[in-house]
């Protein structure tokens, strides 16, 4: 796994390199009835809630080195949830921050709340959906985190990826802009990068299939990761593997293959 350094450049200015990083997973889950339909979609709304979110964002913010400005958070009906985070590079003053900025203190009368950062920001939203004729559900997670100056996104990328039960994984980042050094000269790029998986950890590396899709002459990355092994055992819900028959244990594995194939390859199988 590669890891990020210091930028040593010497700058003229403020760095105005743009990093973004768009972080997608989908976790699969066997429900056989429409009760159980039902059950799955309110646990996964239960266990990732606004609040959860909330602490995961601002975890990754203390992870890529940033200060929490604002904070905005909503649960919705029937399900879902969305945060975003206003962050900042630094630790802006007391004094010169926005009275509209909460600094992620949330308080009994503010019940939405959105996150934000000075020049940067965090969001994420959820997507439970199940599927009533193959009897697979899917929960969706989308996060984003942009960020401008030194602090990169990719630091944070780890602690994501182990802070959700990740079937497949769709990862994109992109450098956008540039910066000027002391002479004047212009920097599109200031870290060493050539695949995301170079700052993936290497157990997460050889629990996945990955495939690489990179634009190199314009700073955009994307990995895409499918689990290598189902485990029936952690895709099914209200019931057991020992409960089922060998044949219902093989049926299961072909839908639950069939619908994480679909999703990696973006194609109806």
């Given at each position: 796994?590669?890891?990020?350094?210091?930028?040593?450049?010497?700058?003229?200015?403020?760095?105005?390199?743009?990093?973004?990083?768009?972080?997608?997973?989908?976790?699969?889950c066997?429900?056989k009835?429409?009760?159980?339909?039902?059950?799955?979609?309110?646990?996964?709304?239960?266990?990732?809630?606004?609040?959860?979110?909330?602490?995961i964002?601002?975890?990754?913010?203390?992870?890529?080195?940033?200060?929490?400005?604002?904070?905005?958070?909503?649960?919705?009906?029937?399900?879902?949830?969305?945060?975003?985070?206003?962050?900042?590079?630094?630790?802006?003053?007391?004094?010169?921050?926005?009275?509209s900025c909460?600094?992620?203190?949330?308080?009994p009368?503010?019940?939405?709340?959105?996150?934000?950062?000075?020049?940067?920001?965090?969001?994420?939203?959820?997507?439970p959906e199940?599927?009533?004729?193959n009897?697979?559900s899917?929960?969706r997670?989308?996060?984003?985190?942009?960020?401008?100056g030194?602090?990169?996104?990719l630091?944070?990328?780890?602690?994501?990826?182990?802070?959700?039960?990740?079937?497949?994984?769709?990862?994109?980042?992109?450098?956008?802009?540039?910066?000027?050094?002391?002479?004047?000269?212009?920097?599109?790029?200031?870290?060493e990068?050539n695949?995301?998986?170079?700052?993936i950890?290497d157990?997460?590396?050889?629990?996945?299939?990955?495939i690489?899709m990179?634009?190199?002459?314009?700073?955009?990355?994307?990995?895409k990761?499918?689990?290598?092994?189902?485990?029936?055992?952690?895709y099914?819900?209200?019931?057991?593997?020992?409960?089922?028959?060998?044949y219902?244990?093989?049926l299961?594995?072909?839908?639950?293959?069939?619908?994480?194939?679909?999703?990696?390859?973006?194609?109806?199988?």
């Amino acid at each position: 796994m590669a890891k990020l350094t210091n930028n040593k450049l010497k700058l003229y200015g403020f760095n105005n390199l743009t990093k973004s990083l768009s972080f997608n997973i989908y976790d699969i889950c066997y429900t056989k009835t429409e009760e159980d339909r039902k059950k799955y979609i309110e646990y996964i709304d239960e266990q990732y809630n606004s609040e959860r979110l909330t602490n995961i964002l601002t975890h990754v913010t203390e992870t890529i080195g940033a200060s929490v400005l604002n904070v905005a958070k909503q649960d919705y009906d029937p399900q879902g949830a969305s945060v975003t985070l206003l962050i900042s590079e630094e630790e802006v003053p007391l004094y010169v921050l926005d009275p509209s900025c909460n600094r992620g203190i949330i308080t009994p009368i503010r019940e939405n709340i959105v996150g934000h950062l000075d020049k940067s920001h965090v969001t994420v939203h959820t997507y439970p959906e199940s599927h009533p004729q193959n009897e697979i559900s899917t929960f969706r997670v989308d996060i984003d985190v942009a960020t401008c100056g030194t602090i990169s996104p990719l630091k944070a990328l780890n602690y994501l990826i182990g802070s959700f039960d990740s079937d497949i994984i769709t990862i994109d980042y992109k450098v956008r802009g540039f910066t000027r050094d002391v002479d004047g000269e212009k920097h599109f790029i200031d870290h060493e990068i050539n695949s995301i998986q170079n700052y993936i950890a290497d157990k997460t590396i050889r629990e996945y299939s990955l495939i690489d899709m990179n634009i190199y002459q314009s700073n955009i990355f994307h990995t895409k990761m499918k689990l290598k092994d189902i485990n029936l055992d952690n895709y099914l819900f209200e019931i057991s593997e020992k409960d089922l028959t060998e044949y219902e244990r093989d049926l299961i594995v072909k839908k639950l293959d069939k619908e994480m194939t679909e999703i990696f390859y973006g194609i109806n199988v």
